[in-house]
């Protein structure tokens, strides 16, 4: 893996510590303005809302643990394929799932941010 590669999965790292610390402000740098945000159950947001729902917490991440992940770098897009753990309170109610995710990044000058999330829910094991 060279220094950029490494760099993005940095990136990708600290958003989903943003995502359930409630670092909001991590969490809107880290987000293009044009995001497409897909959830495992299909609901689209763009940036506005989905930052809006996190802060509501509907849903509130209590922890998202990324592993098996493959990353491509072509030009100023970052492609990341992997599968995530992911705890989650929805109206009281505990849920743990895996998924698995395309996030797709593009660099603007030196930072990565986010332009699109897509997620398919893996069968319970």
């Known amino acids: 893996m060279n220094a950029e590669e490494a760099r993005l999965l940095a990136v990708d790292?600290?958003?989903?510590?943003?995502?359930?610390?409630?670092?909001?402000?991590?969490?809107?740098?880290?987000?293009?303005?044009?995001?497409?945000?897909?959830?495992?159950?299909?609901?689209?947001?763009?940036k506005i809302e989905h930052v809006a729902n996190l802060r509501a917490r509907k849903p509130r991440y209590r922890n998202v643990s990324a592993r098996e992940?493959?990353?491509?770098?072509?030009?100023d897009i970052g492609l990341i394929n992997g599968i995530a753990d992911i705890h989650v309170e929805n109206d009281g109610k505990e849920n743990r799932f895996t998924v698995r995710y395309l996030a797709v990044y593009k660099r603007t000058g030196d930072a990565w941010r986010m332009l699109a999330w897509q997620s398919t829910r893996l069968p319970d094991a």
């Open 69 to 75: 992940r493959k990353l491509r770098i072509h030009g």
């Open 13 to 46: 790292d600290g958003r989903f510590e943003a995502m359930h610390g409630k670092n909001w402000s991590a969490l809107e740098d880290v987000l293009a303005d044009e995001l497409t945000y897909c959830h495992s159950t299909a609901r689209l947001e763009s």
